[in-house]
């Protein structure tokens, strides 16, 4: 039986009030979970949500490519982004945001996304460019866009299981996310791996590699990592409950285990004590690595 106070919640003044209603279907429907993975630019976060999410037979979310899309958007329309922006800009920018649906394009048989669309159209390729990486910043941080964009993930990760990636998952968009992952890695190794993977990707398409050289991305990778951390509204920052793996010295496949195996623990069920299993046992990290304690998520109403 599910007992009425799952729903009913404790409100600033004392009293009890109704779960909103997703968190009353989410119990209903079995608890669905989400996945925080956050961190600065070139952490290796996409690489490592998408692998996991595909190991798990997740929904993947790159929230990154929604605010690159509504930045796109905007040099589209040559609006003005110089910072600070002009209102006239963050008036359109918001709205842009509010009106123009982000969407992910799927091949066959593959479940995780491999295009994005803003209202309809293919902007896969554009929201890649050095032009989008610079205009994404201040577009990022504006708290009209934010304001929509975090409205558009929490719809999507209610949906199912999802593996989201981002800079504030685990701290706005999904505070009581199951697990959440904070990934580091030094600048300088960041930058190594991003004009690796850029070379070959170029090399891919058979194509000479004519983009910035690593002096000039470990320069974009302090540029953004200044950006993000130091702005207003939701800041690049861990959560106190987040995992930090540092990857500096790891492979993918090294961060793709430790996650993968955080997120079996937490679905394992808990024991007839009640109490859950990683507060019996301090979790032994598989390769040398620290990790912090995980506290585990909060449930906000009582449960008897
Ligand atoms: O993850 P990425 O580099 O593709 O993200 C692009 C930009 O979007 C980045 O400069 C920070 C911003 N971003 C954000 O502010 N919040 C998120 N949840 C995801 C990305």
Redesign the pocket.
Known sequence: MISVWKFLTESSDGTMVPVALHEVLTEIKGALMIIAIDGP?SSG??TVAKLVARELGFAYL????M??SVAWRALEEGLDLSDPLPQTTRERIAQIATVEPISFGYLPKDPLPSQVFISGEDVTAQIRTAEADVA??PV??DPGV?AALTEQQRTIGRAQDTVM?????GTV?FPDAELKVFLTASAEERARRRHRQNVKKARAKGQPYTGLDEAAILADIHR?DT??SSRKT?P?AKAPDARVLDTTDLSIEQVVSQVVALVRERQTPQPADGQPADERQTPQPTDGQPVDERPVRERKAPTN
């Open positions: 630019a976060k996409s790159d929230t990154g490519a605010y690159r994404v910043s990022s941080a934010r990636e981002g800079r504030d998952i968009v953004r950006y993000d939701a690049l």
